[in-house]
Protein backbone atom coordinates (compact mmCIF):
# COMPACT_ATOMS: atom_id res chain seq x y z
CA UNK A 1 0.00 0.00 0.00
CA UNK A 2 1.27 3.68 -1.41
CA UNK A 3 0.54 5.63 2.23
CA UNK A 4 1.47 8.97 2.01
CA UNK A 5 3.75 8.87 4.99
CA UNK A 6 5.55 5.97 3.44
CA UNK A 7 6.25 7.77 0.40
CA UNK A 8 7.55 10.93 2.60
CA UNK A 9 9.90 8.67 4.47
CA UNK A 10 11.28 7.31 1.24
CA UNK A 11 11.49 11.09 -0.16
CA UNK A 12 13.76 11.73 2.83
CA UNK A 13 16.33 9.09 2.17
CA UNK A 14 18.25 11.61 0.39
CA UNK A 15 17.72 14.30 2.40
CA UNK A 16 20.87 15.70 4.20
CA UNK A 17 21.71 14.16 7.02
CA UNK A 18 22.23 16.26 10.18
CA UNK A 19 21.37 16.93 13.74
CA UNK A 20 20.10 19.95 15.08
CA UNK A 21 23.61 21.09 16.62
CA UNK A 22 25.50 20.72 13.35
CA UNK A 23 22.41 22.82 12.07
CA UNK A 24 22.54 25.60 14.17
CA UNK A 25 26.00 26.18 13.99
CA UNK A 26 25.63 26.18 9.96
CA UNK A 27 22.93 28.94 10.90
CA UNK A 28 25.15 30.84 13.21
CA UNK A 29 28.37 30.53 10.46
CA UNK A 30 26.10 32.04 8.04
CA UNK A 31 24.15 34.91 10.88
CA UNK A 32 21.15 33.31 10.34
CA UNK A 33 20.45 33.01 13.98
CA UNK A 34 19.51 35.90 16.65
CA UNK A 35 20.30 34.72 20.20
CA UNK A 36 18.32 35.89 22.83
CA UNK A 37 18.89 35.19 26.83
CA UNK A 38 17.05 35.26 29.46
CA UNK A 39 13.86 35.66 28.10
CA UNK A 40 10.69 34.47 30.73
CA UNK A 41 8.99 31.54 29.34
CA UNK A 42 5.87 32.59 30.37
CA UNK A 43 6.34 36.30 29.32
CA UNK A 44 8.47 36.92 26.74
CA UNK A 45 9.45 34.03 24.66
CA UNK A 46 5.94 33.31 23.12
CA UNK A 47 5.93 37.28 22.04
CA UNK A 48 9.23 37.38 20.80
CA UNK A 49 8.30 34.69 18.77
CA UNK A 50 5.32 36.38 17.53
CA UNK A 51 7.47 39.35 16.49
CA UNK A 52 9.83 37.28 14.44
CA UNK A 53 7.51 35.11 12.52
CA UNK A 54 5.75 38.19 11.00
CA UNK A 55 7.55 39.18 8.08
CA UNK A 56 9.70 36.63 6.29
CA UNK A 57 13.51 36.56 6.11
CA UNK A 58 14.12 37.16 9.52
CA UNK A 59 16.47 35.16 11.57
CA UNK A 60 15.70 32.24 13.28
CA UNK A 61 15.78 33.00 17.67
CA UNK A 62 17.63 30.73 19.78
CA UNK A 63 16.59 31.41 23.68
CA UNK A 64 19.42 30.58 26.03
CA UNK A 65 19.22 30.61 30.06
CA UNK A 66 16.35 30.47 30.21
CA UNK A 67 14.72 31.57 33.84
CA UNK A 68 13.46 28.47 35.76
CA UNK A 69 15.43 25.90 33.50
CA UNK A 70 18.88 24.58 33.71
CA UNK A 71 22.05 26.18 31.93
CA UNK A 72 22.07 24.68 28.55
CA UNK A 73 18.16 24.32 28.14
CA UNK A 74 17.58 26.65 25.57
CA UNK A 75 14.57 26.97 22.76
CA UNK A 76 14.54 27.71 19.07
CA UNK A 77 11.94 29.04 17.05
CA UNK A 78 11.15 30.19 13.26
CA UNK A 79 13.80 27.96 12.21
CA UNK A 80 12.18 27.74 8.44
CA UNK A 81 10.61 31.49 7.97
CA UNK A 82 13.51 32.03 5.54
CA UNK A 83 13.93 30.49 2.18
CA UNK A 84 17.66 31.09 2.59
CA UNK A 85 16.94 29.38 5.67
CA UNK A 86 15.26 26.12 3.88
CA UNK A 87 17.43 25.87 1.21
CA UNK A 88 20.59 25.89 3.53
CA UNK A 89 18.41 22.75 5.17
CA UNK A 90 17.88 20.84 2.29
CA UNK A 91 21.73 21.05 1.29
CA UNK A 92 21.60 23.62 -1.46
CA UNK A 93 23.73 26.47 -1.92
CA UNK A 94 22.29 29.65 0.34
CA UNK A 95 21.61 31.50 -2.98
CA UNK A 96 20.00 28.97 -4.94
CA UNK A 97 17.14 30.39 -7.05
CA UNK A 98 13.93 30.19 -6.16
CA UNK A 99 13.39 27.71 -8.80
CA UNK A 100 16.07 25.41 -7.49
CA UNK A 101 14.29 25.45 -4.73
CA UNK A 102 10.82 24.44 -6.64
CA UNK A 103 12.86 21.96 -8.32
CA UNK A 104 14.38 20.26 -4.88
CA UNK A 105 11.20 19.68 -3.54
CA UNK A 106 9.56 18.13 -6.59
CA UNK A 107 12.74 15.93 -7.27
CA UNK A 108 12.06 14.32 -3.68
Given at each position: ????????????????????????????????????????????????VDVY????????VLFD????????????????????????????????????????????
Amino acid sequence: MNRPADQFARSLSNAPKQDLRTWLAQMEAADELQHVRGANREDEIGGIVDVYQRQTNNKAVLFDDIPGYPSGYRAVANILTSTRRIRMTLGLPADASDMELIQCGANT
